[in-house]
C-alpha cells in the first residue's frame, strides 16, 4: 500500500510537468485529468489505510484537506486552459 500511495504521489506532480511541456492546450489537459485521477487515487489509499489502522482519522482528515485544496488548484487550473482554449 505504501508503495502503491508513493506511486500516486509522485504521479500527480509528475503529470502536471509533464502537460505543460506539451504543444496543445488539450494535450495539457489530458495530462491534468491523469493526475486527478491520482489524486482520487491517493484519497481513495488514505481511506483504506485509516481503515485498516494504519493511519489515525485525524491524520486522514488533515490529508484530505490537503488533497482537496490540490483538486481545487487542478480544477483552476483546467478552467483556465479551457477558457483560453475558446477565446
Known amino acids: ?14 503529470n502536471i510537468a509533464e502537460g505543460q ?7 495539457f489537459l489530458n495530462a491534468l485529468s491523469i493526475a486527478h485521477g491520482s489524486l482520487r487515487e491517493i484519497e481513495t489509499q488514505l481511506m483504506l489505510a485509516e481503515r485498516l ?3 489515525q482519522s485525524k491524520t486522514l482528515e488533515s490529508l484530505l484537506n490537503q488533497t482537496t485544496e490540490i483538486g481545487k488548484m487542478l480544477n483552476g487550473l483546467s478552467n483556465s486552459l479551457r477558457k483560453k482554449r475558446t477565446l
Open 1 to 14: 500500500m505504501t508503495s502503491q500511495l508513493r506511486r500516486a504521489a509522485v504521479s500527480v506532480p509528475s
Open 21 to 27: 511541456g506539451r504543444r496543445t492546450a488539450g494535450e
Open 53 to 55: 489502522k494504519l493511519i
